[in-house]
Nanobody, 126 residues
Framework: EVQLQASGGGLVQAGRSLRLSCAAS???????VAWFRQAPGKEREGVSC????????TYAESVKGRFTSSRDNAKNTMYLQMNSLKPEDTAVYYC????????????????????WGQGTQVTVSS
């Protein structure tokens, strides 16, 4: 059974940092892993994704230069290092995984992902 568990969220002041982790199990290979977030009243949006078949991560424009995603395939864990946090980063953050390379979808399109963690709350105060 594929399982994803996100952790590391919390309440921080603007300008501070958090590191989110996503522990995954139940598989040995994948297509892409990704972080998404959803703020109250807003659509779920892509934050960062990493393709198993490419070298570097992809980021949403709103987090470029502040967030860094990484993966440790041996540990089946991915991370999201969030620096210089802003109040607009407040959201529930979800990790997700897909096992194929759907040509019709972008790496940050949530509809292309089949397995999701429960999410971890990140709250940034001003």
């Amino acid at each position: 059974e594929v399982q994803l568990q996100a952790s590391g969220g919390g309440l921080v002041q603007a300008g501070r940092s958090l590191r989110l982790s996503c522990a995954a199990s139940g598989f040995t290979s994948y297509g892409s892993v990704a972080w998404f977030r959803q703020a109250p009243g807003k659509e779920r949006e892509g934050v960062s994704c990493i393709r198993s078949y490419s070298n570097g991560p992809t980021y949403a424009e709103s987090v470029k230069g502040r967030f860094t995603s990484s993966r440790d395939n041996a540990k089946n864990t991915m991370y999201l290092q969030m620096n210089s946090l802003k109040p607009e980063d407040t959201a529930v953050y979800y990790c997700a995984i897909r096992f194929t390379r759907p040509l019709a979808y972008m790496c940050l399109d949530p509809s292309s992902y089949n397995f999701w963690g429960q999410g971890t709350q990140v709250t940034v105060s001003s």
